[in-house]
């Protein structure tokens, strides 16, 4: 099937960007890690999570990172040999031990337990402690989905976001990502920080010598920061601002659903994993492990109705939705995933671009690593 050619993050300006193609890329990333000490097979998982998002356009959670997990496996924070464990193991639940392991292949097996449980259950959880950081959720919700499952992904991360009518970091950015499959491509993908903006955006947006708006972070005398994203990242970082969640400042335009969707995804993926929570969640390249919490839910649709019905309400519900009238500004109606879907058709034709201070960054980290290849550009 023919897609269109459509980017969700455009290359503004240009000139500022090179092109890669998404397979060498992934090589690239993988040799990195495997250079590491990481087994392949894992390190094919942590660098196909990486460029997913990059493909999806979601520079925050892509390539951009790699620093960051190289980093935290260099600094001993990051457990590369670690051997996950299933440590409760009942019916349509789990729960497993990431043993301070790399976060994206214990997610991957994690999603995988929780769709053979969803088959013989019609609904499972499966919940991951001592985790860390691992990439964009909607990666393992699509998972499920791929399989004909609907796929809920959450987790927790290091508090960055100021909680409604606070003035500093006490909450993580907490997404949650639900997939649901359709009959015809794309699945329906949902997945969203409950911050404002994901921390990773300040940071692509300092690499890339940007301005942010007004709006997504607070200062600890209650001022709302704007200007150069370098100077804003470093008072984040440094525990002078924090994010501010979901929904903006206080209660008039629904920070407090953000606060509170938030809270309850930590005490699903933090409290009840036996992980930890809130304040007491690391950071990748920190003092202390991360001890990050995972959830993920799988949901047979064919325990609750025929595939054929639930396709069939499905399309009519995406239609009726799509008919609807228009907004004179707006360029279309957009179903979640569409952008993301076409932005990958895209990026698999005419290459991932990757702002020149990412790129420069990526290959001086290959370079560091005794990566023997050359990371192409197009």
């Known amino acids: 099937m023919e897609y269109e050619y459509y980017e969700r993050e455009k290359p503004v300006p240009p000139e500022d960007y090179v092109r890669v193609d998404h397979v060498m890329l992934r090589d690239y990333v993988t040799s990195i890690f495997e250079r590491l000490g990481v087994f392949k097979w894992n390190a094919e998982v942590v660098a196909d999570v ?6 999806f356009g979601i520079s925050s959670h892509g390539v951009q990172r790699v620093r960051r997990y190289v980093d935290g496996i260099r600094s001993g924070n990051v457990d590369i040999h670690a051997e996950p464990k299933i440590i409760i193991d009942r019916g349509a639940i789990a729960v497993i031990d990431a043993c301070n392991g790399l976060g994206q292949p214990v997610s991957v097996r994690a999603m ?22 691992f990439g964009i959720a909607g990666y393992y919700s699509l998972k499920a989905a791929e399989r004909g499952y609907i796929g809920v992904t959450m987790t927790n991360s290091v508090n960055l976001v100021a909680y409604t009518n606070t003035i500093e970091r006490i909450i993580g950015t907490n997404p949650i990502a639900v997939a649901v499959p359709k009959l015809e491509p794309p699945p329906i993908l949902f997945d969203t920080a409950t911050s404002v903006v994901p921390v990773g955006k300040i940071e692509i947006y300092a690499k890339q010598g940007k301005k942010i708006p007004s709006g997504w972070v607070i200062d600890r ?21 924090a994010l501010l969640p979901l929904g903006g400042l206080g209660e008039e335009h629904g920070g407090h659903k953000g606060s509170g969707l938030s809270f309850v995804i930590d005490i699903i993926s933090g ?3 036996g992980a930890a929570w809130g304040l007491h969640v690391g950071y990748t390249v920190g003092k202390k492990p991360s001890n990050v919490g995972h959830a993920f839910i799988a949901i047979d649709i064919e325990a609750f109705m025929s595939r054929e019905e ?6 009519r519900y995406v239609m009726e939705i ?12 957009w179903i979640p995933g569409e952008k993301a879907w076409l932005t990958m058709e895209t990026r698999k034709k005419i290459g991932i ?15 560091e690593v005794g990566v023997e290849t050359t990371l192409k550009t197009l």
């Open 353 to 367: 671009p990757l702002h020149k201070n990412v790129y420069k960054e990526l290959t001086d980290i290959g370079m």
């Open 271 to 273: 409290v009840l994993s």
């Open 221 to 241: 005398k209650g001022n709302i920061l704007h200007g150069d994203a370098a100077p804003i990242l470093k008072k984040i970082k440094t525990h002078e601002a």
């Open 310 to 315: 639930f396709n069939d309400r499905i399309n």
């Open 112 to 133: 995988e337990l929780a769709i053979k449980k969803a088959h013989d259950y019609g609904v499972s959880l499966v919940l991951v402690r001592r985790s860390n950081h």
């Open 322 to 333: 799509k008919s609807s009238k228009k907004h004179p500004k707006a360029d279309r109606i």
């Open 50 to 55: 990486l460029v997913t998002a990059d493909l």
